[in-house]
């Protein structure tokens, strides 16, 4: 039997084809087809509150029933209290929050901290992520950007994208939006995916100057999403933008599933 076995694989047309068939098996075995990321069975916590300006429970609204939509176990909260419940915070996968400005306890950040260094993701939009709790650095350190300005406050200008090969902004269009346009201090690691192009109507000595609008990465084990859009919640019903902050929130929701993309951008190239 063993004999007539080996003696087949002499033959060179069976040869062939067992060839043939363990490279398709290996083929298929390296790239699996990559499932869509996506919030469906995920349990998502959504935070709320903060500065009114922001519109916080108008974002909720309008987010809160995609995630239901989606298949999210949603949990809602319009307290930062929910940051110290460790059970909580650990069994989650991921957190968006809207929140701008206002106070954290040392408790409460550790809480968040803790729950995006072990693998939970983290999105969010204008000052709900990117201005929230201004005495906390780490904070900040965490989600790689802090709002420094908007010149001219509420004014006409225009996204491009950048990135078209990552799945958040591939096949996006560039568009137009009148809203804040944010001037924020960036941690150059992040990976950027659009950007918008200051005019200097506003303040002279910033004309030309390329601000990352979207952005992707990560602390810790967690993945962090960022878009500094919306001003007004309602500015996320732009088709590009919807299109952008859902892929997004669907990125991040993946941190603990999904192996750690690895990259620091060279911003400043060394030697
Ligand atoms: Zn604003």
Known sequence: MTRLFISMFRKPAVLAALIFILSTLSVGSAN????????????????????????PKEFKDIVA???KEQGAELIISDSLGVYTNKELMGSLDLIIQMWTMGKISREQEKGLLDAVKGGVGLAGIHGGLGDSFRDNTEY????GGQWVAHPGGVIDYSVQITNHEDPV??????FKIK??????????????????????????WIKGSVMPVVWKK??????????????????LRIPDAWQI???????????????????????????
């Open 32 to 55: 699996p087809p990559a499932n869509s990321p996506s919030v469906k069975g995920k349990k998502v916590l959504l935070v709320w509150g903060g500065w009114d300006g922001h519109k």
């Open 179 to 204: 809203s804040e346009q944010y001037y924020m201090h960036v941690d150059p690691n992040v990976k950027v995916l659009a950007t918008t192009t200051f005019s200097g109507d506003h303040d002279a």
């Open 245 to 271: 902050w859902t892929r997004g929130v669907n990125w991040a929701a993946e941190s603990k599933y999904e192996p750690a993309e690895k990259w620091v951008s060279p911003v400043y190239p060394g030697k």
């Open 140 to 143: 900040q350190y965490m989600v």
């Open 65 to 67: 029933p995609w995630l």
């Open 218 to 235: 990560y602390y810790g084990k967690g993945r962090i999403f960022y878009f500094s859009i919306g001003h007004d919640p309602e500015e």
């Open 169 to 174: 902004t591939k096949g996006v269009n560039d």
